[in-house]
């Protein structure tokens, strides 16, 4: 081929340079040329047509480095490159130049100038293919970015491209991060051109370094490429800023100090995202890029580009910037949010931060550099705080060099006065206290140190005295109440002469106390006063500083000093709480103790009074009378008996250990139990057996040594069991364990001492117990049931919740005394998740102890169905892998049974007393084990869908075990998967999603009666922490039921509590539906109405909903006749819901409503009473379900009625055209203007209401009820004289416009059988208020006047109403069920007595005034016999005013 065909393929080929050469010398006749003529020959070949880009990058293809992009980290680590002599290369960079000369010629421009007009263009083509706000370049892109920048070092390299040009170019093309680092690390451009070319680079620097910060990169590569650009040029950063320049121009001096402002507003960004509050995933991004230019401060100091002292300079400018950061907050901020400043309140980015930056330096150079920041700057005192805290928790020298610190400031303050050097010194002292006595004394001791004695910084003058008396004082407006007390219980030294200065300032700080509602008095001796220890109450306190006493005196065998200057200086403390506490009666020991022998030195000191020591003997001498009646002999050498007893222990042990046979360990236990009988001999009125021990909470034996005979009891029996165990399976073992239990049985004393020792151990220490005492204890258990008849009952505390802590109890009376091991069942609490990992590890001990020493036929003999439940529920619950088993029914494997019973080795025993094997492995063990398996088929170990529920509901969900979305998944699978498919006969559902529901709305009602823990207020679970939202929200995932299960279920619980009558029924009735109430409002509204199918139509089923609101919901409306709110608005929200499921719901709505209307008037007047609320919520829910028609006729008459009742308030005469809807509703709606509408003249009401009586009495009638109810409930509430007033006129304004009429007193007549429209007030009013009607009789009548009194004496039956009312109101006095006033009411309380007082003179003038033929004959007697019975005055007058003319004489004479 020819020259000229090589030229005209060459440029439609794209035959790279290496084998377009390779190629023309193996065709070309084997001539020896010279280098120097190949290179000619090349370029003639070349020239003819060229694109100088392509040729950027084919010449860099032949570097040495090419397609290296990590080898470097920065231009300080480069190595030289091994220039070897490389024809291609050197042909190719000498013909680029020539090329590039040739073009500059053609087009009249300079070599550098078109070099750098190729590069940019190149690197514009590369960078811009990806989104322009892409902060990093792909792979591709970077690797082509690398080739083309060794074509540019090249061009560099032969004096043909100028970097500075480039970057003034570049820089009008918006540049890219990552290109400058590639141009840095290629040594092509200088970071200082950077700078002096353009002032605004500092600015682009650090907006581009923040969108790298915050990039989240989806892959390795780029996230180490974002690392090494971040470090990179941070390094360089520094070492321009803070290496020491040679050259002093002023260009250079301009560069170092553009340099530290890149890394001081970065340094600036980084801390206010730190402190910035913003939304979670605001928070998140935040926290990442926070995150990634942290990383890069310890990328800094740990590379070795950085000279040392450029790097101490860097860190002291950086942490000099922190700590004056942003000084918004004033010392006495500081001063009051100082305890949230600690270490572990620190956000852990700044913590770390502060960790890189004094990684360099001494404790003693930080604090120095510490305090000269706070001598010379305003500072941030949240971060020097923080800093101190970081610094004394990192530094083991920190507390020394750091009381040094306090020590200079504090001589410095007090030499100058120095208000400054003060403050500076209590905030670091107060710092270092809050993390601790470990770190750093407590304030308390500090400040005692510094200013409790006469040679303390203020004791050489009075001068200084008054300087700190005066800091102390202007601190109080703002000490926390801690350091308050501190300085009132350890004041500073003062002399005698200057007292009344310190008693100034006491005062000053007492007052501030009070005023914080904080006792000085009720502080206790030892009271942590750092801030970070939470409260305690003054008893447990008080309890606390004994204890603390009792040990340093044992310890120094001296009192305290905190003790003696209480006894003088806090001598009320003393009295009323020390001293209560310290002399608690008890049995007193035969050996004193350090408690007797502390007392002793107090009485010995004169600090405790010789009545008050006196009554404390004589207590001591009563209680031990009381438990050591029928003593036979008395108690000598207890030590010696115990030791004794110790080694007799330890015999048994290594009798079990070595096999001996059963008469050598029968042997020696009767050795043991003749040892307990001279311990602690039994009377003979005691012997055990039928009888019933009663524990009791908290209380522990009082008898020393009984309580340590029975210790050593324990913990002897489990180092036997475990002993034996090494040496042989709990089948092979013999019956030691059991005549170790009938041993115990047969001393009643110890007995009880054990029981309680194990009911308090169980839940207060179990989580701490080792493997060893479970195993022992849970065998000790298992024994003691298997003890069967012959170990006692059991009668628990009083309020001990069996019934949540013991699922096997759920049907007993949990009154009823128990067996021994369901009554300790119940002390394995599964609240939290150290108690259930407690629980689960006793539990699989005592079910693998049974099964393991049993017999097949013997296995409910040795194991107690309350730990096997108990087990049953944690297991799936704590170990995820034992559900795929579906629950304790799946498919068991019997192993390694032997003819005996029992599991040979290796089993369910080995693996747990093996320490190799886990506990789940051991779980899942036991789980798998077929004899295990088989007792779920029996009654008696099933655990049913309620007890699950139970337990369930008491876990503390702060302190569970499972996360929320695993507790979820868990609870979704016990509902669905276990319990719901499982047979009734098995504790389960049966497939029924109604008898689900109503077990778990059973269980939710249950839980609120159910009584907190019985165990300490630490144990107890607040309702609001329990995992009923999780168990409610099964509730609402398992659909609508069938049938009216929720109406029901609340039917059958209220039937419970018949009585009416009774206080405590009462309470109950009102707790179990206020429950329901909750529940329901938590449940969607449309599960209360029922849609049911009748042929072809729908329509709802209201019925269910009227009889639960008539029956149960009145009885508890507070106030009466009106439900709440959210409960109307639920029951209406129901029927708007399940009407769109019929084929009209408007005529659903209007048949429902009207239905409503006649069978449940108290939901009827709800609805009127509360429609300015409920509208907007109805009719949202209605246009929603019916595309915006119009609201169904009855709800239209709802609005119509509240329009109307808001008009006729708003109305200045009160007319206003009256809609046709029944006179209750218009009554309530009217009622709830009237009563809330604050503008209505008191003179203007009679005016109005005298409209409406022409033409809708009815409406009248009922308005007058709803009124009355207002007076009754405030009779019945603390509101005062004031609300029964307004009530009482509001009532007379109503009665004065009806009293012509006998309407009204149908009212009165709740009892009547007599058929009128005004007998659904008493449907509608609870059973106490209309009990209570009477009292509101009598309450107005009093109050009319004269002529309308004499009106209503002429309405028919007004005499017999009265005169009833009378009756039955001197009834309920009698019996005690009116109002009487509360004893924290207000004065002006109305007293309901006086309404008695006046009643009876009310109606003898009623009497006077009647007419003899206003009552009938009948009336008349039934009357005079009541009266004659309770008042028979009254009785009398009616006699005599009423009896009919006696014509006899007239007769007579006829």
């Given at each position: 081929m020819?020259?000229?065909a090589?030229?005209v393929?060459?440029?439609s080929?794209?035959?790279?340079?290496?084998?377009?050469?390779?190629?023309r010398a193996?065709?070309?006749?084997?001539?020896?040329?010279?280098?120097?003529e190949?290179?000619e020959?090349a370029?003639q070949?070349?020239?003819?047509?060229?694109?100088?880009?392509d040729l950027?990058l084919?010449?860099?293809?032949h570097s040495?480095k090419f397609?290296?992009v990590?080898?470097?980290w920065?231009?300080?680590e480069?190595?030289?490159?091994?220039h070897?002599p490389?024809?291609v290369q050197?042909?190719?960079?000498?013909?680029?130049?020539?090329?590039?000369k040739?073009q500059s010629q053609e087009?009249g421009v300079?070599?550098?100038v078109?070099?750098?007009?190729v590069v940019?263009?190149r690197?514009?083509?590369?960078?811009t293919?990806?989104d322009e706000?892409h902060?990093?370049?792909?792979?591709?892109?970077?690797?082509?970015l690398?080739?083309?920048l060794?074509?540019?070092?090249?061009?560099?390299?032969?004096?043909t491209?100028?970097?500075?040009?480039l970057?003034?170019e570049?820089?009008k093309?918006?540049p890219?991060l990552?290109v400058?680092?590639?141009?840095?690390?290629?040594?092509?451009?200088?970071l200082?051109d950077?700078f002096?070319?353009?002032?605004d680079?500092?600015?682009w620097?650090v907006k581009?370094?923040?969108?790298?910060?915050?990039l989240?990169?989806s892959?390795?590569?780029?996230?180490?490429?974002?690392?090494?650009?971040?470090?990179?040029?941070m390094?360089a950063?520094?070492?321009g800023?803070?290496?020491?320049a040679?050259?002093?121009?002023s260009s250079s001096r301009?560069f170092?100090q553009?340099?530290?402002s890149?890394?001081?507003?970065m340094l600036?960004?980084l801390?206010?995202?730190l402190?910035?509050?913003?939304?979670p995933?605001?928070?998140e991004?935040g926290k990442?890029?926070a995150?990634?230019?942290v990383?890069v401060?310890?990328a800094?100091v740990?590379?070795a580009s950085?000279?040392?002292?450029a790097?101490?300079?860097?860190?002291?400018?950086s942490l000099?910037h922190?700590?004056?950061?942003?000084?918004r907050?004033?010392?006495s901020?500081?001063?009051?949010?100082?305890?949230?400043w600690?270490?572990a309140?620190?956000n852990p980015?700044?913590?770390?931060l502060f960790c890189k930056l004094?990684?360099?330096?001494?404790?003693?150079?930080?604090?120095?550099h510490l305090?000269?920041v706070l001598?010379?700057?305003?500072?941030?005192w949240?971060?020097?705080?923080s800093?101190?805290?970081?610094?004394l928790v990192?530094?083991?020298?920190?507390?020394p060099?750091?009381k040094?610190?306090l020590?200079?400031?504090?001589s410095?303050?007090?030499?100058?006065?120095?208000l400054?050097?003060m403050i500076?010194?209590?905030l670091?002292a107060?710092q270092?206290a809050l993390?601790?006595?470990?770190?750093?004394p407590?304030y308390s001791?500090?400040f005692k140190l510094a200013?409790?004695?006469?040679?303390?910084?203020?004791g050489?003058s009075?001068?200084?005295?008054?300087?700190?008396?005066?800091f102390?004082?202007?601190?109080?407006?703002f000490?926390?109440p801690?350091y308050?007390?501190v300085?009132?219980l350890?004041?500073?030294?003062?002399?005698?002469?200057?007292?009344a200065?310190?008693?100034?300032?006491?005062?000053?700080?007492?007052t501030?106390?009070a005023?914080l509602?904080?006792?000085?008095e009720?502080?206790?001796?030892?009271e942590?006063?750092?801030?970070?220890?939470?409260t305690?109450?003054?008893?447990h306190?008080a309890q606390?500083d004994?204890?603390?006493?009792i040990s340093?005196?044992e310890?120094?065998?001296k009192?305290s000093?905190?003790?003696?200057e209480?006894s003088i200086?806090?001598r009320?403390y003393?009295?009323?709480?020390?001293?209560?506490a310290?002399?608690?009666?008890r049995?007193?020991?035969?050996k004193a103790d350090?408690?007797?022998?502390f007392?002793?030195?107090?009485?010995r000191?004169?600090?405790?009074p010789?009545?008050v020591?006196s009554?404390?003997?004589?207590?001591c001498?009563?209680?031990s009378?009381r438990?050591?009646c029928?003593v036979?002999?008395?108690?000598?050498?207890s030590?010696a008996?115990?030791?004794v007893?110790r080694?007799?222990?330890q015999?048994l042990?290594?009798?079990l250990?070595?096999?001996a046979?059963?008469g050598?360990?029968?042997?020696?236990l009767?050795?043991?139990?003749?040892?307990?009988?001279?311990?602690?001999?039994?009377?003979p009125?005691?012997?055990?057996?039928?009888?019933?021990?009663q524990?009791?909470?908290?209380?522990?034996?009082?008898?020393?040594?009984q309580?340590?005979?029975?210790n050593?009891?324990l913990r002897?029996?489990?180092?036997c069991?475990l002993d034996?165990?090494?040496?042989?399976?709990p089948?092979?073992?013999?019956?030691w364990?059991?005549?170790?239990?009938?041993?115990l049985?047969?001393?009643?004393?110890l007995?009880?001492?054990?029981?309680?020792r194990l009911?308090?151990?169980?839940?207060?220490q179990?989580?701490?117990?080792?493997?060893a005492?479970?195993?022992g204890l849970?065998?000790?258990?298992?024994q003691?049931?298997?003890?069967g008849?012959?170990?006692?009952?059991?009668?628990?505390?009083?309020s001990?919740?069996?019934?949540s802590?013991?699922?096997?109890?759920?049907s007993?009376?949990?009154?009823a005394p128990l067996?021994?091991?369901?009554a300790?069942?119940?002390?394995l609490?599964?609240?939290?998740?150290?108690?259930?990992?407690f629980?689960?590890?006793?539990?699989?001990a005592a079910?693998s102890?049974?099964?393991c020493?049993?017999?097949?036929?013997?296995v409910?003999q040795?194991?107690?169905?309350?730990?096997?439940k108990?087990?049953?529920?944690?297991v799936?619950?704590l170990?995820?892998?034992?559900r795929a088993?579906?629950?304790?029914k799946g498919?068991?494997?019997?192993e390694?049974l032997?003819?005996?019973?029992g599991?040979?080795?290796?089993?369910v025993?080995?693996r747990?007393?093996?320490p190799t094997?886990?506990?789940?492995a051991?779980?899942?063990e036991?789980?798998?084990y077929?004899?295990?398996?088989?007792l779920q088929k029996l009654?008696?170990?099933q655990?049913s869908?309620?007890?699950w529920l139970?337990?369930?509901?008491?876990?503390?969900r702060s302190q569970?075990?499972l996360?929320?979305?695993?507790?979820?998944e868990?609870?979704?699978?016990?509902?669905?998967?276990?319990?719901?498919?499982t047979?009734l006969g098995q504790g389960?559902?049966?497939?029924?999603?109604q008898s689900a529901?109503?077990?778990?709305?059973?269980a939710?009602?249950?839980m609120?009666t159910?009584?907190?823990?019985w165990l300490s207020?630490v144990?107890?679970?607040?309702l609001?922490?329990?995992?009923?939202?999780d168990?409610?929200?099964?509730?609402?995932?398992s659909g609508?039921?069938d049938g009216?299960?929720?109406?029901?279920v609340?039917?059958?619980?209220c039937?419970?509590s018949?009585?009416?009558?009774?206080?405590?029924s009462?309470?109950s009735?009102q707790?179990?539906?206020?429950?329901?109430n909750?529940?329901?409002?938590?449940?969607?509204a449309?599960?209360?109405?029922?849609?049911?199918?009748?042929g072809?139509?729908r329509s709802?089923?209201?019925?269910p909903?009227?009889?639960?609101?008539?029956?149960?919901?009145r009885?508890?409306c507070?106030p009466?006749g009106?439900?709440?709110y959210?409960?109307?608005?639920h029951f209406?929200?129901g029927?708007?819901?399940?009407s769109m499921?019929?084929?009209?719901?408007?005529a659903?709505?209007?048949?429902?409503?009207?239905?409503?209307?006649?069978?449940c008037p108290?939901l009827l007047a709800?609805?009127?009473?509360?429609w300015?609320?409920l509208s907007p919520?109805?009719?949202?829910?209605w246009?929603?379900?019916?595309?915006?028609d119009f609201l169904?006729?009855?709800?239209?008459?709802?609005?119509?009625?509240?329009s109307?009742?808001?008009r006729?308030v708003?109305s200045?005469?009160g007319q206003?055209?009256?809609?046709?809807?029944?006179?209750?509703?218009?009554?309530a709606?009217l009622h709830q203007?009237?009563t809330s509408?604050l503008?209505?003249?008191?003179?203007?009401s009679p005016?109005?209401?005298?409209?409406?009586?022409?033409h809708?009495?009815p409406?009248?009638?009922?308005?007058l009820?709803?009124?009355m109810?207002d007076?009754?409930?405030a009779?019945?509430?603390?509101?005062?004289?004031?609300s029964?007033?307004?009530?009482?006129?509001?009532?007379?304004?109503?009665?004065?416009l009806?009293?012509?009429s006998a309407d009204?007193?149908?009212?009165?007549?709740s009892q009547?059988t007599e058929q009128n429209?005004?007998?659904?007030?008493?449907?509608?009013?609870?059973?106490?208020?209309?009990?209570?009607?009477?009292?509101?009789?009598?309450s107005l009548?009093p109050?009319?006047d004269?002529?309308?009194l004499?009106s209503a004496?002429?309405a028919?039956r007004?005499l017999?109403?009265a005169?009833?009312?009378?009756c039955?109101?001197?009834?309920?006095?009698?019996?005690?069920?009116?109002?009487k006033?509360r004893?924290?009411?207000?004065?002006?309380?109305m007293d309901?007595?006086?309404v008695?007082?006046?009643a009876?003179?009310?109606?003898?003038k009623?009497?006077?005034l009647?007419?003899?033929g206003?009552?009938?004959h009948t009336?008349r007697?039934e009357?005079e016999?009541?009266?004659?019975?309770?008042?028979p005055?009254?009785a009398?007058?009616l006699s005599m005013q009423?009896?009919?003319?006696?014509l006899?004489q007239?007769m007579?004479f006829l």
């Amino acid at each position: 081929m020819s020259l000229e065909a090589s030229s005209v393929l060459a440029p439609s080929q794209k035959t790279s340079l290496s084998s377009l050469l390779a190629s023309r010398a193996g065709k070309r006749p084997r001539e020896h040329l010279s280098g120097e003529e190949l290179q000619e020959a090349a370029i003639q070949l070349l020239n003819s047509n060229q694109n100088l880009s392509d040729l950027l990058l084919e010449v860099g293809q032949h570097s040495p480095k090419f397609g290296k992009v990590d080898h470097y980290w920065d231009s300080g680590e480069r190595d030289a490159f091994d220039h070897r002599p490389d024809p291609v290369q050197k042909t190719g960079a000498s013909f680029l130049l020539s090329e590039l000369k040739r073009q500059s010629q053609e087009l009249g421009v300079p070599v550098g100038v078109l070099s750098v007009k190729v590069v940019l263009e190149r690197v514009l083509e590369l960078t811009t293919e990806r989104d322009e706000d892409h902060v990093l370049l792909t792979s591709a892109q970077r690797a082509q970015l690398c080739v083309l920048l060794q074509s540019t070092r090249e061009l560099l390299s032969l004096g043909t491209f100028s970097p500075r040009l480039l970057w003034q170019e570049y820089w009008k093309a918006q540049p890219k991060l990552e290109v400058i680092y590639h141009l840095h690390a290629e040594n092509i451009l200088a970071l200082e051109d950077l700078f002096e070319s353009n002032d605004d680079v500092g600015s682009w620097l650090v907006k581009k370094f923040q969108a790298l910060c915050g990039l989240l990169p989806s892959q390795e590569e780029e996230e180490l490429t974002k690392q090494k650009i971040l470090s990179t040029v941070m390094c360089a950063l520094v070492r321009g800023g803070f290496e020491e320049a040679q050259d002093t121009a002023s260009s250079s001096r301009r560069f170092p100090q553009r340099c530290c402002s890149v890394l001081d507003n970065m340094l600036s960004w980084l801390l206010d995202s730190l402190s910035s509050s913003q939304g979670p995933q605001e928070q998140e991004e935040g926290k990442a890029a926070a995150m990634a230019w942290v990383g890069v401060f310890e990328a800094c100091v740990s590379h070795a580009s950085v000279l040392g002292q450029a790097l101490r300079r860097f860190s002291t400018r950086s942490l000099t910037h922190i700590l004056t950061h942003c000084p918004r907050l004033k010392v006495s901020d500081a001063i009051a949010m100082q305890n949230n400043w600690t270490f572990a309140k620190t956000n852990p980015l700044l913590t770390s931060l502060f960790c890189k930056l004094c990684v360099l330096f001494s404790m003693e150079e930080l604090l120095s550099h510490l305090q000269q920041v706070l001598e010379t700057h305003e500072v941030n005192w949240q971060h020097v705080l923080s800093c101190l805290s970081t610094l004394l928790v990192y530094h083991s020298d920190g507390q020394p060099c750091l009381k040094e610190m306090l020590s200079r400031l504090l001589s410095l303050a007090f030499e100058a006065y120095d208000l400054e050097s003060m403050i500076t010194a209590f905030l670091l002292a107060r710092q270092g206290a809050l993390e601790g006595s470990a770190l750093f004394p407590s304030y308390s001791d500090w400040f005692k140190l510094a200013f409790g004695g006469a040679s303390g910084y203020h004791g050489n003058s009075k001068k200084s005295l008054v300087f700190l008396l005066k800091f102390l004082s202007d601190l109080v407006p703002f000490d926390p109440p801690q350091y308050l007390k501190v300085h009132i219980l350890h004041p500073p030294y003062v002399p005698a002469k200057h007292r009344a200065l310190l008693q100034e300032y006491v005062s000053l700080a007492k007052t501030r106390l009070a005023d914080l509602k904080v006792s000085v008095e009720e502080m206790g001796l030892y009271e942590d006063v750092t801030g970070a220890a939470p409260t305690v109450q003054p008893q447990h306190q008080a309890q606390q500083d004994v204890e603390k006493a009792i040990s340093l005196f044992e310890s120094t065998g001296k009192i305290s000093a905190m003790v003696m200057e209480a006894s003088i200086f806090r001598r009320p403390y003393f009295l009323s709480r020390f001293l209560p506490a310290l002399l608690t009666p008890r049995v007193l020991p035969v050996k004193a103790d350090a408690r007797m022998n502390f007392i002793e030195a107090l009485r010995r000191a004169d600090k405790i009074p010789s009545a008050v020591y006196s009554s404390y003997t004589d207590s001591c001498h009563s209680e031990s009378q009381r438990q050591q009646c029928g003593v036979v002999r008395p108690l000598e050498g207890s030590e010696a008996v115990l030791a004794v007893l110790r080694s007799q222990l330890q015999e048994l042990r290594r009798l079990l250990s070595s096999g001996a046979n059963h008469g050598d360990v029968s042997a020696q236990l009767a050795r043991i139990s003749d040892t307990l009988s001279g311990a602690s001999p039994e009377p003979p009125e005691e012997a055990v057996g039928h009888h019933v021990i009663q524990l009791q909470t908290g209380t522990l034996c009082s008898n020393e040594l009984q309580t340590r005979l029975v210790n050593a009891l324990l913990r002897g029996f489990c180092q036997c069991l475990l002993d034996a165990s090494k040496a042989n399976p709990p089948n092979r073992q013999g019956t030691w364990a059991a005549q170790f239990v009938k041993l115990l049985l047969g001393h009643r004393r110890l007995l009880t001492s054990l029981l309680h020792r194990l009911w308090d151990l169980l839940p207060q220490q179990g989580p701490s117990l080792g493997a060893a005492h479970v195993l022992g204890l849970a065998a000790l258990l298992v024994q003691l049931h298997a003890a069967g008849p012959l170990c006692p009952m059991v009668q628990l505390p009083s309020s001990s919740p069996t019934t949540s802590s013991s699922p096997s109890s759920s049907s007993l009376d949990p009154c009823a005394p128990l067996p021994v091991s369901e009554a300790l069942n119940a002390a394995l609490l599964s609240h939290t998740s150290d108690h259930m990992n407690f629980s689960l590890r006793f539990c699989v001990a005592a079910v693998s102890y049974g099964l393991c020493s049993s017999h097949p036929e013997g296995v409910q003999q040795c194991i107690p169905s309350g730990l096997y439940k108990k087990l049953v529920y944690l297991v799936p619950r704590l170990v995820p892998e034992a559900r795929a088993e579906g629950g304790c029914k799946g498919r068991g494997q019997p192993e390694h049974l032997q003819p005996g019973g029992g599991v040979e080795e290796p089993g369910v025993w080995s693996r747990l007393t093996d320490p190799t094997v886990t506990l789940t492995a051991s779980v899942l063990e036991l789980w798998r084990y077929g004899p295990f398996r088989s007792l779920q088929k029996l009654p008696a170990y099933q655990l049913s869908f309620p007890e699950w529920l139970a337990l369930e509901l008491r876990v503390q969900r702060s302190q569970d075990a499972l996360s929320d979305p695993q507790r979820q998944e868990y609870e979704q699978w016990a509902c669905e998967q276990l319990y719901l498919p499982t047979a009734l006969g098995q504790g389960g559902c049966g497939g029924d999603v109604q008898s689900a529901c109503t077990h778990i709305l059973n269980a939710i009602m249950d839980m609120s009666t159910r009584p907190q823990s019985w165990l300490s207020p630490v144990h107890s679970v607040p309702l609001t922490d329990t995992c009923l939202p999780d168990v409610l929200s099964r509730l609402q995932s398992s659909g609508r039921a069938d049938g009216h299960f929720l109406f029901d279920v609340v039917a059958g619980r209220c039937s419970k509590s018949p009585d009416s009558q009774d206080l405590g029924s009462e309470l109950s009735l009102q707790q179990t539906l206020h429950t329901w109430n909750r529940v329901t409002l938590a449940l969607p509204a449309l599960s209360l109405i029922p849609v049911k199918t009748e042929g072809a139509k729908r329509s709802l089923d209201c019925q269910p909903l009227i009889e639960h609101v008539n029956l149960y919901q009145r009885k508890v409306c507070s106030p009466a006749g009106l439900l709440p709110y959210p409960l109307t608005a639920h029951f209406l929200r129901g029927i708007v819901g399940a009407s769109m499921c019929c084929e009209r719901p408007a005529a659903s709505i209007n048949r429902a409503v009207s239905q409503i209307s006649q069978q449940c008037p108290l939901l009827l007047a709800s609805a009127g009473h509360w429609w300015g609320h409920l509208s907007p919520v109805l009719g949202s829910q209605w246009n929603r379900g019916s595309d915006g028609d119009f609201l169904p006729e009855k709800l239209q008459q709802l609005a119509d009625c509240h329009s109307w009742a808001c008009r006729w308030v708003s109305s200045s005469t009160g007319q206003s055209e009256v809609p046709f809807a029944p006179a209750l509703l218009l009554a309530a709606c009217l009622h709830q203007q009237w009563t809330s509408g604050l503008d209505i003249s008191p003179r203007s009401s009679p005016e109005r209401l005298a409209q409406l009586q022409q033409h809708h009495r009815p409406v009248l009638v009922f308005l007058l009820f709803f009124c009355m109810s207002d007076l009754l409930t405030a009779y019945l509430g603390p509101q005062g004289a004031e609300s029964v007033k307004q009530a009482q006129q509001q009532c007379c304004d109503i009665l004065t416009l009806l009293v012509d009429s006998a309407d009204w007193l149908h009212l009165f007549h709740s009892q009547s059988t007599e058929q009128n429209q005004y007998q659904c007030a008493t449907i509608i009013s609870t059973e106490e208020n209309n009990r209570l009607m009477p009292l509101a009789f009598y309450s107005l009548v009093p109050s009319l006047d004269a002529a309308v009194l004499n009106s209503a004496v002429s309405a028919p039956r007004f005499l017999y109403t009265a005169v009833l009312s009378y009756c039955k109101l001197l009834q309920l006095f009698l019996d005690g069920e009116t109002p009487k006033p509360r004893p924290v009411s207000p004065p002006q309380q109305m007293d309901v007595s006086q309404v008695l007082s006046r009643a009876q003179q009310v109606l003898l003038k009623i009497i006077i005034l009647s007419s003899p033929g206003c009552l009938t004959h009948t009336q008349r007697t039934e009357l005079e016999e009541l009266c004659g019975e309770l008042d028979p005055e009254v009785a009398a007058t009616l006699s005599m005013q009423l009896s009919p003319p006696d014509l006899s004489q007239e007769m007579d004479f006829l």
